[in-house]
């Protein structure tokens, strides 16, 4: 009989951490920032019909990068547990405190218990009625939850991106303002971003109880085809 | 009430997905919806159940208009003076209920959230074609109740975004779709409603006119059924009315409807219409 060999629970975690990362690195990178009416999502994606961006409910957003079908899955997880909740209780009691605790709660479960981690990063957006209130829950391939309020970062070149984004972020922008600054973070000083690499989506506190809208290529093509200067000025009719 | 999947997030095999029904993950999470469940009581008296009244519908240039009087009765006594009819149904479309209110309530709410959990699972929106065939699903579930006295009959009208026009449904207890191509009255004083509408109604209506129509048509049904209320000047309730185009749903507010019911009533009062017959003058003879 053989006995198996004996490999430390450190290596076991190292291995498969590793292994989530490398895979999440694959693909392209998103970042969320809050601005004046709510918080902007913005993901590198040149598919048109497969989404990283998505509504989970009347406040709260999803978005996630690595491998799709694994984010997705997730993603159609917290549209049925917030519409059930807000069935069998009310609207106002779906948050995304207790979506991303689930969130967190199964990753770390798949992390640990599973033979493959899931190879995702995902993000839980939500608003209020108050600027400043905006919460971004980022949740890694292991569970982990960052609690962000200014903006969030998720794919491979998270760190550099998440630098250039310090420079150019305040949460007083109007929506043209801030797809600038977050398609600037995205590219970097070498590339740059067209509307058709881009996928845009917003959860604007002016909509009402839906807030959440998904921006078409020709309006991200007008928000960003305004001269960097004068963004800052625009009116909310920008943002319509 | 157990919620199982409120503990954990909702996870299905291949073979039992619900896929994007709400009704379906309802099911699945063991929280079946109450609309037609078929162990509601056994015929009773019924007369103690709140129920909506007049409701009516109308093609017009642009779209639909919708409108619903604000009246509840529960047998010969008016319940609710303030309650609402009409509701938004997905971005486009709207729908318009009478009968039992409680059960047609629950219905519009599983019917709202069936379109918008549809859409967010398979992101896009469900055709207007796929709604109305969902609202009379609903209503064909509802059947057993229906026959034993708790009635749920909804209009449903909208704007189909692949015809580009608006297109209105009329239902029947056994889930029965009928689509109309000018207008459609549900309720007890939709007999009275109907007839107004067919006789004011043109294909190609301007929408305000289209609006005015409906208001007339409701003031009417009001005059001539007891179950049906009119405009209520001292408390400052109007019916809703509602007009959905490209644009969406959009209710007109009250002192947009209780302008527009003014003008009704300075028009009936400057033809001498039956509201003021003048008695005086035979009187004196």
């Known amino acids: 009989m053989n006995m198996p060999f004996y490999v430390a629970p450190e290596q076991i975690m190292k291995d498969r951490a590793d292994y989530a990362r490398k895979g999440i690195a694959r693909g392209k990178s998103l970042v969320a920032v809050t601005y004046r009416d ?14 990283k961006i998505s509504e989970i409910y009347d406040r709260i957003a999803f978005a996630g990068v690595g491998k799709y079908n694994e984010f997705d899955q997730l993603r159609i997880a917290g549209v049925r547990h917030a519409d059930l909740k807000g069935y069998a209780y009310s609207r106002q009691d779906v948050e995304a405190r207790s979506l991303a605790n689930q969130y967190a709660q199964i990753l770390g479960q798949i992390f640990t218990h599973e033979m493959k981690p899931m190879e ?36 491979g070149e ?74 800052g000025e625009t009116s909310d009719g920008a943002a319509d | ?51 909506g009244t007049t409701v009516v519908a109308l093609r017009h240039r642009d779209g639909v208009v919708m409108a619903g009087d604000r009246r509840a009765t529960a047998g010969n006594l008016i319940s609710h003076r ?20 409680g059960p047609s309530m629950e219905m519009v709410r599983l019917f709202q959230l069936q379109l918008e959990h549809y859409e967010k699972v398979e992101g896009q929106p469900l055709s207007l074609d796929g709604q109305a065939n969902q609202l009379s699903q609903m209503v064909r579930a509802n059947l057993t109740s229906a026959l034993r006295g708790l009635l749920v009959v909804p209009l449903f009208a909208g704007w189909d975004e692949r015809r580009r026009c608006g297109r209105l449904f009329q239902y029947d207890v056994t889930g029965g779709r009928y689509e109309e191509q000018d207008y459609a009255a549900g309720g007890s004083g939709s007999l009275h409603a109907g007839t107004v509408v067919k006789l004011g ?21 009001a005059d001539e059924d007891s179950a049906t209320g009119g405009p209520d000047l001292v408390r400052g309730i109007f019916p809703v009315v509602v007009d959905i185009d490209a644009d969406g749903y959009r209710r007109l507010d009250d002192p947009q409807v209780e302008e527009r019911f003014r003008a009704l009533l300075a028009a009936l009062d400057a033809d001498g219409g039956e509201a003021h017959i003048e008695r005086s003058s035979g009187d004196a003879g």
């Open chain 1, 38 to 51: 709510g918080i902007l999502l913005c993901a590198e994606n040149v598919s048109n019909t497969l989404r």
């Open chain 1, 120 to 155: 995702v990063e995902i993000l839980v957006a939500e608003i209020t009625d108050e600027v400043g209130t905006e919460q971004l829950f980022h949740i890694l391939y292991d569970g982990t939850v960052n609690d962000e309020s200014r903006w969030s970062v998720l794919g």
């Open chain 1, 158 to 231: 998270a760190e550099a991106i998440s630098e250039r984004l310090g420079d150019l972020h305040d949460a007083d922008l109007d929506a043209a303002a801030a797809l600038r600054a977050a398609v600037d973070a995205l590219a970097g000083p070498e590339r740059t971003l067209v509307a058709d690499d881009l996928e845009v989506a917003t959860l604007d506190r002016t909509l009402g109880r839906r807030c959440f809208r998904r921006l078409g290529i020709a309006e991200v093509d007008a928000l960003l085809g305004q001269p960097r200067a004068a963004s």
């Open chain 2, 1 to 51: 009430m157990s919620l199982p999947l409120l503990r954990g997030l909702p996870t299905f095999g291949a073979d039992e997905d619900p896929g994007p029904s709400f009704t379906g993950l309802l099911a699945a999470a063991g929280l079946p919806a109450d609309v037609g469940r078929p162990d509601v009581a056994a015929p009773g008296d019924l007369s103690g159940v709140t129920h």
């Open chain 2, 82 to 101: 303030s309650i609402e009819k009409v509701y938004p149904a997905g971005r486009h479309a709207g729908v318009a209920i009478a009968g039992a209110a």
């Open chain 2, 201 to 221: 109604f043109r294909p190609g209506l301007e929408p305000s006119a289209a609006v005015d129509l409906a208001i007339s048509a409701l003031f009417q049904a």
